[in-house]
């Protein structure tokens, strides 16, 4: 606070006769702010307006509580199985895409979450390209955004139904990655962030679920299968320092539950057996909290940035390329890095304009 006389034009004498630098710069800013930190409180006015979308995807053969998690992640009923079904659907013959959308309110923040079941994948003897259907709607739903785009009269605001994240659900096996898994991941974590996750991870001891989360990293490494958050889209030292702890965690080894159990006077999500209650977001259980700090609380922006500006550029770019007729197009399945990524909007510009 400046002294009263100090303000009348009388000068402190500490001011005066040996300013320092700091009491200048105060002075300086209190008469000349101009409130350029007001544009955050701007930018979350109208955040808030609009609202929020999030398309996540869930893969996994059946059993492995893909619907329960989901629903413990969101805290209410937003799985595919959460919808009355007919028997026909119940078992399906082939693997097949059901989504469902949601608007989730919390706290005036509104959300539309969209869940992207996969019901058939892995469930039957013959799996031979049974990541097609997974990757054809991934792509369609790329050009499907590319369309609306490149309209002359486009919509002030697109509606984005690209998938941001593809949790994969591992068996808890205890052992390795399967074929299955390797070929899905390698050929999908091109397209889209993959985050994978052990299944039903309180099967397993301690030392089983340590073991088996070191053994399934070192087959992501001798695959080559970035899943998300990879290294090189780390801007930053600080980034970088966060995405390491995560990626020492992958995979999340989690446990969903809709029920809740009184545990220690409190009302906890949980799985109860006979020797005591698994509590669901006790992080010396399982690691439920991590995944949902990872999706919800701390990545979620950062995942939609990276399928806007990556993964979708990749597609992007493969389509007006082919478009202009240039036969050496980049393949949609090849994984660009930040630097190729940055300069594609400027190509986009020329690109659309000449169309």
Known sequence: MIPQHAVKGIPHPTISSHPSRANVCVCVYMRHY????????????????????????IVGQSG??????????????????????????????????????HDIE????????????????????????????????????YEQYLQEEINIDRKKRIPDSRVHCCMYFIPPTGHCLRPLDVEF?????????????IAKA??????????FKQT??????????????????????????????????????????????????????????????????NIAHCEFAHLR???????MQNIKDITSSIHYEVYRVRRLNETNGQPNAQPPNTLVN????????AQHQVLTHEM
């Open 64 to 101: 492995l509580g893909k619907s329960t998690l989901m629903n413990t992640l969101f805290k209410s009923k937003v799985s595919r199985k959460s919808v009355v079904s007919t028997p026909e659907e119940r078992i399906p013959k082939t693997i097949e895409i059901k989504s469902i959308s």
């Open 185 to 197: 991941m390698s050929r999908l974590s091109k397209v889209v962030n993959i985050v994978p996750v």
């Open 338 to 345: 930040p630097q190729q990524a940055n300069g594609v909007a």
């Open 216 to 281: 399934i990293r070192e087959g992501l490494r001798a695959n080559g299968i970035d899943v998300y958050p990879q290294k090189e889209f780390d801007e930053d030292a600080d980034d970088r320092m966060i995405n390491d702890k995560i990626r020492e965690m992958i995979p999340f080894a989690v446990v969903g539950s809709n029920q809740e159990y009184q545990v220690n006077g409190k009302r906890l999500l949980g799985r109860k057996t006979k020797w005591g209650t698994i509590e669901v977001e």
């Open 293 to 299: 700090d990872l999706l919800i609380r701390t990545h």
């Open 202 to 211: 309180d099967t397993l001891t301690l030392e089983e679920r340590d073991f």
């Open 34 to 57: 101009v409130g350029i930190d007001a544009i955050l409180e701007q930018m979350r006015r109208k955040a808030m307006k609009q609202g929020f979308e999030l398309n996540i995807m």
């Open 106 to 141: 919390e706290k005036g923040v509104r959300m539309k979450l969209t869940v992207i079941d996969t019901p058939g994948f892995g469930d039957h003897i013959n799996n031979e390209n049974c990541w097609q259907p997974i990757m054809k709607f991934i792509n369609d739903q």
